[in-house]
Nanobody, 121 residues
């Protein structure tokens, strides 16, 4: 069994910064995909940023230059550093990892429960 636990959301003023963290725990052999997605009010869930096993990153155009994704393989943790936040960044942010289980060897897609980021004055 694998669990993803997100942290770091909250209320921030426009122009401020937040750092989200997502740690995976459980029976993990390898993590093949780490990413952050978000769903704003009345909107569909969208990709924000992802990082591959080799460290290559993809960042959505809407946050490019403001958000950075990074990972700590030893801690099975992915981070999202969000700077220059705008009201339109308000959303529930979800962590996603594609993980091979260490006991089943099955490749599973895991999502965190989400953490709310509110950007408002």
């Amino acid at each position: 069994q694998v669990q993803l636990v997100e942290s770091g959301g909250g209320l921030v003023q426009p122009g401020g910064s937040l750092r989200l963290s997502c740690a995976a725990s459980g029976s993990i052999l390898t993590i093949m995909h780490m990413g952050w997605y978000r769903q704003g009010p009345g909107k569909e869930r969208e990709l924000v940023a992802r990082v591959t096993t080799s460290g290559n990153t993809n960042i959505a155009d809407s946050v490019k230059g403001r958000f950075t994704i990074s990972k700590d393989n030893a801690k099975n943790t992915v981070y999202l550093q969000m700077n220059s936040l705008k009201p339109e960044d308000t959303a529930v942010y979800y962590c996603r990892m594609v993980i091979t289980g260490s006991t089943t060897y099955a490749i599973m897609d895991y999502w965190g429960k989400g953490t709310l980021v509110t950007v408002s004055a």
